[in-house]
C-alpha cells in the first residue's frame, strides 16, 4: 500500500482580529505540493496561540481548547489513513461528514463528478456547458445506472459508443459526450480519486467526426440578400441573418449581447460570449468593418427603449445568467422558425438557419481567395487548423466545373 503524505497541522489566519481581539483557528492539510485550511469554528487570541501548546498549560480554557483540537487532529489523521491514494476532495468530504465511509462511496460515483462541475460552470454563468454536462451524464445514466469513476474503461467507453450510434447519435454528438467524460475522469485523476495508470482513455479513440457545412450556395445567398417581405416578423428574421452574415458571421448569442458602445466608427467590437469566461490570456475583441447594409439593419432593428442598455431589444438589464441564456435560445429559435418559412417561400433547398450565416461568411471570402489567416481572425477562433475544419469544402458548382476540364485539353 502507498504511504500517504498528507499531514495535519493547525494556523490562525488572518491580519485583523475580530472584535473580541480573535483570529480563526484553521486545520491545515498539507499533500504534496499543495495546501488547503479548513474552518474549525474555534479562535484564539495571539497571546492565547503562543501559550496553546506549552507543556505547562494551567489556563483550563486552553486545555479544553487544546483537547478538542486533538478530537479534530486525531479525527482527521484517521480519515488520512484510509485514502489511498490521498485526495483532498475525498478527505473533505469525509471530515465535514457522519460516516467517513459513506462519503468515499458517495464521491466515487460519476454522477457526483458530474455535479460537482455542473455547479462550478453556473456559478461562472457558463449556462450553456453546464446544460450540456448535464445533457451527457443524463445520457450515460440511461445506458448504465450508477456508475463509478472506476466503471469507465475503455471496454465501457466502446460499448457506450455503439450504444449511442444505435440510437442514431451523430458522430458530433458521440464526440462531445465522449470529451466532457474525458474531461470529468481528468477531474478525478487530477484529484487523486482514480490513478493515471487507470486512465480510460489511453485505449480508446474519441470519434472525430466533421460538422456538415451549412454554406450557402451562391446563387441562393443572393436570394437571401435580395429578399424583402411586408410581414415584420420576415423582415426581422432576414434582417437579423443578414446582419449576421455581413459582420464577421457574428453569434446571435453575442448579437443580443451587443451595446451601442461596441460600435466605434465603422467598426464593431465584441468579445465572443462563448470564450469570455474561458479564456484568460489573448482575450482579445473580434474587429468587424461595417459594411454599410449593417447599419441600415441597426438604424431598422435597435432598441428604442433609453433604459435598455442592449443595441437589439432581446435583453434586458438585471436578467440572470440563466435567463439570458433561455432569452437568447428563443430568439434563435424564433429567427430560425421564419427562416424556414422564407427557404420555402424562395425555393432554397438547403436548411437557413442561424449558423448557416456563419458558415456563408467564412466560405464566400474563401472562395474569393481570402486567407485563412484573415477568417480565422474574423471568427475568432484559436488556431488555423480549427478554421480549416471549419471552413467548407468547394461547393458542387466547382466540382462540376473542374471535371468538365478533364475533357477540355485543347
Same mark, same amino acid.
Given at each position: 500500500?502507498?504511504?500517504?503524505?498528507?499531514?495535519?497541522?493547525?494556523?490562525?489566519?488572518?491580519?485583523?482580529?475580530?472584535?473580541?481581539?480573535?483570529?480563526?483557528?484553521?486545520?491545515?492539510?498539507?499533500?504534496?505540493?499543495?495546501?488547503?485550511?479548513?474552518?474549525?469554528?474555534?479562535?484564539?487570541?495571539?497571546?492565547?496561540?503562543?501559550?496553546?501548546?506549552?507543556? !505547562?498549560?494551567?489556563?483550563?480554557?486552553?486545555?479544553?481548547?487544546?483537547?478538542?483540537?486533538?478530537?479534530?487532529?486525531?479525527?482527521?489523521?484517521?480519515?488520512?489513513?484510509? #485514502?489511498?491514494?490521498?485526495?483532498?476532495?475525498?478527505?473533505?468530504?469525509?471530515?465535514?461528514?457522519?460516516? @467517513? !465511509?459513506?462519503?468515499?462511496?458517495?464521491?466515487?460515483?460519476?454522477?457526483?463528478?458530474?455535479?460537482?462541475?455542473?455547479?462550478?460552470?453556473?456559478?461562472?454563468?457558463?449556462?450553456?456547458?453546464?446544460?450540456?454536462?448535464?445533457?451527457?451524464? !443524463?445520457?450515460?445514466?440511461?445506458?448504465?445506472?450508477?456508475?463509478?469513476?472506476?466503471?469507465?474503461?475503455?471496454?465501457?467507453?466502446?460499448?457506450?459508443?455503439?450504444?449511442?450510434?444505435?440510437?442514431?447519435?451523430?458522430?458530433?454528438?458521440?464526440?462531445?459526450?465522449?470529451?466532457?467524460?474525458?474531461?470529468?475522469?481528468?477531474?478525478?485523476?487530477? !484529484?487523486?480519486?482514480?490513478?493515471?495508470?487507470?486512465? @480510460? *482513455?489511453?485505449?480508446?479513440?474519441?470519434? &472525430?467526426?466533421?460538422? #456538415?457545412?451549412? &454554406?450557402?450556395?451562391?446563387?441562393?445567398?443572393?436570394?437571401?440578400?435580395?429578399?424583402?417581405?411586408?410581414?415584420?416578423?420576415?423582415?426581422?428574421?432576414?434582417? *437579423?441573418?443578414?446582419?449576421?452574415?455581413?459582420?464577421?458571421?457574428?453569434?446571435?448569442?453575442?448579437?443580443?449581447?451587443?451595446?451601442?458602445?461596441?460600435?466605434?466608427?465603422?467598426?464593431?467590437?465584441?468579445?465572443?460570449?462563448?470564450?469570455?469566461?474561458?479564456?484568460?490570456?489573448?482575450?482579445?475583441?473580434?474587429?468587424?468593418?461595417?459594411?454599410?447594409?449593417?447599419?441600415?439593419?441597426?438604424?431598422?432593428?435597435?432598441?428604442?427603449?433609453?433604459?435598455?442598455?442592449?443595441?437589439?431589444? #432581446?435583453?434586458?438589464?438585471?436578467?440572470?445568467?440563466?435567463?439570458?441564456?433561455?432569452?437568447?435560445?428563443?430568439?434563435?429559435?424564433?429567427?430560425?422558425?421564419?427562416?424556414?418559412?422564407?427557404?420555402?417561400?424562395?425555393?432554397?433547398?438547403?436548411?437557413?438557419?442561424?449558423?448557416?450565416?456563419?458558415?456563408?461568411?467564412?466560405?464566400?471570402?474563401?472562395?474569393?481567395?481570402?486567407?485563412?489567416?484573415?477568417?480565422?481572425?474574423?471568427?475568432?477562433?484559436?488556431?488555423?487548423?480549427?478554421?480549416?475544419?471549419?471552413?467548407?469544402?468547394?461547393?458542387?458548382?466547382?466540382?462540376?466545373?473542374?471535371?468538365?476540364?478533364?475533357?477540355?485539353?485543347?
Amino acid at each position: 500500500m502507498i504511504e500517504n503524505t498528507a499531514t495535519v497541522s493547525f494556523v490562525i489566519e488572518g491580519t485583523k482580529a475580530n472584535k473580541d481581539g480573535k483570529y480563526p483557528v484553521k486545520l491545515n492539510i498539507y499533500y504534496g505540493e499543495g495546501k488547503k485550511k479548513f474552518g474549525i469554528k474555534e479562535s484564539v487570541t495571539k497571546e492565547e496561540w503562543e501559550k496553546l501548546f506549552a507543556s !505547562n498549560l494551567r489556563d483550563a480554557d486552553l486545555k479544553a481548547l487544546k483537547a478538542r483540537l486533538k478530537v479534530i487532529e486525531t479525527k482527521a489523521q484517521d480519515i488520512i489513513d484510509k #485514502i489511498h491514494p490521498f485526495s483532498i476532495v475525498a478527505f473533505e468530504q469525509a471530515f465535514f461528514q457522519k460516516s @467517513p !465511509n459513506s462519503s468515499e462511496q458517495h464521491i466515487s460515483k460519476l454522477s457526483y463528478w458530474f455535479d460537482r462541475y455542473i455547479k462550478t460552470l453556473k456559478e461562472n454563468d457558463q449556462i450553456g456547458t453546464a446544460i450540456a454536462y448535464r445533457t451527457t451524464i !443524463n445520457s450515460i445514466s440511461e445506458f448504465r445506472k450508477n456508475l463509478t469513476i472506476y466503471d469507465i474503461t475503455p471496454e465501457f467507453l466502446t460499448s457506450y459508443e455503439n450504444h449511442l450510434t444505435k440510437a442514431g447519435k451523430s458522430v458530433t454528438s458521440i464526440s462531445m459526450y465522449m470529451r466532457q467524460l474525458r474531461a470529468i475522469i481528468n477531474q478525478a485523476i487530477d !484529484n487523486n480519486m482514480l490513478s493515471s495508470e487507470k486512465y @480510460p *482513455f489511453k485505449k480508446y479513440q474519441i470519434p &472525430a467526426g466533421r460538422n #456538415i457545412k451549412k &454554406a450557402l450556395p451562391s446563387d441562393d445567398l443572393q436570394k437571401l440578400l435580395d429578399y424583402t417581405s411586408t410581414e415584420p416578423a420576415k423582415q426581422k428574421a432576414i434582417d *437579423f441573418w443578414i446582419f449576421s452574415y455581413l459582420c464577421n458571421g457574428i453569434n446571435f448569442t453575442d448579437i443580443a449581447h451587443l451595446k451601442p458602445g461596441n460600435i466605434m466608427g465603422n467598426y464593431i467590437y465584441f468579445n465572443r460570449q462563448k470564450t469570455i469566461r474561458t479564456k484568460k490570456k489573448d482575450l482579445r475583441p473580434i474587429k468587424v468593418g461595417m459594411n454599410p447594409r449593417a447599419f441600415e439593419i441597426i438604424e431598422r432593428q435597435k432598441n428604442t427603449d433609453p433604459n435598455n442598455p442592449y443595441l437589439f431589444p #432581446i435583453l434586458e438589464e438585471g436578467l440572470n445568467a440563466v435567463t439570458i441564456k433561455h432569452r437568447c435560445q428563443r430568439f434563435i429559435k424564433w429567427v430560425n422558425k421564419h427562416m424556414e418559412e422564407i427557404r420555402v417561400e424562395k425555393e432554397i433547398n438547403m436548411k437557413i438557419g442561424t449558423y448557416a450565416a456563419r458558415h456563408s461568411f467564412s466560405t464566400v471570402l474563401k472562395r474569393k481567395g481570402v486567407s485563412t489567416a484573415f477568417i480565422k481572425e474574423s471568427l475568432g477562433h484559436s488556431s488555423e487548423l480549427v478554421t480549416e475544419n471549419y471552413l467548407d469544402s468547394f461547393g458542387d458548382e466547382v466540382k462540376l466545373e473542374y471535371a468538365n476540364l478533364l475533357t477540355q485539353l485543347k
